[in-house]
């Protein structure tokens, strides 16, 4: 590649080049975060967060160590360089950083936990992946229950490589007006 040998390490990624394809993880960063907030005993989860449950601000809940919360979900934001698979959950849970309770703090380790048992999951790009491009996009409808807006998510894929992904809170409410003639 260069003379300063084959990428291994990039920003916290690591790359390992083989002859179908490349493949990209934070595997050793996830460790590091098992390690850091004291998730190595800690059950695996199957999924990220449960799917039936819609956050709110939890007013009346107990609050929780702000900056250690903000340490989480800060880590967990970094994560989604490379993982698609929490970017929509640890999105939700970065709502909530000015003022974290219990409920909030469950669901940030909830991820945490979710990745202990997926520690290695990560990008895969094959040698000979194609170049049709597809795009994918999904839209939960007034997801948020504190302003009522909707949460967006896209994944582009070139050939069968994942190039980019995005989840967003959109910047309006969705609304719906009955026409009538007059």
């Known amino acids: 590649m260069s003379m300063m040998g084959e990428l291994i390490f990039f920003l916290g990624l690591q790359v390992k080049q083989m002859k179908d394809g490349t ?15 004291g998730m190595e005993e800690k059950q695996s989860m199957k999924i ?20 250690r919360y903000r340490a989480i979900i800060g880590s967990l934001l970094y994560l989604t360089a490379c993982r698609p698979d929490i970017t929509f959950v640890v999105g939700i849970c ?18 945490l ?12 790009y094959p040698r000979d992946g194609g170049f049709k491009l597809v795009g994918y996009s999904d839209l939960d409808y007034i997801g948020c229950r504190v302003d009522r807006k909707s949460t967006s998510g896209t994944c582009q894929m070139l050939g069968n490589m994942l190039v980019f992904w995005f989840s967003k809170k959109q910047n309006s409410i969705a609304t719906s007006h009955k026409l009538t003639s007059t």
Do not use: C
């Open 48 to 67: 990220p967060m449960n799917t039936s449950v819609r956050m709110d601000m939890d007013a009346d809940g107990k609050a929780v160590d702000q900056t």
């Open 94 to 111: 970065a709502r909530f950083q000015s003022a974290p309770k219990e409920s909030h703090m469950t669901a940030a380790k909830r991820i």
């Open 113 to 124: 936990r979710y990745l202990k048992g997926y520690q290695e999951v990560g990008l895969w």
């Open 23 to 37: 493949f990209i993880s934070q595997t050793k960063y996830t460790r590091d975060l098992m390690k850091k907030f």
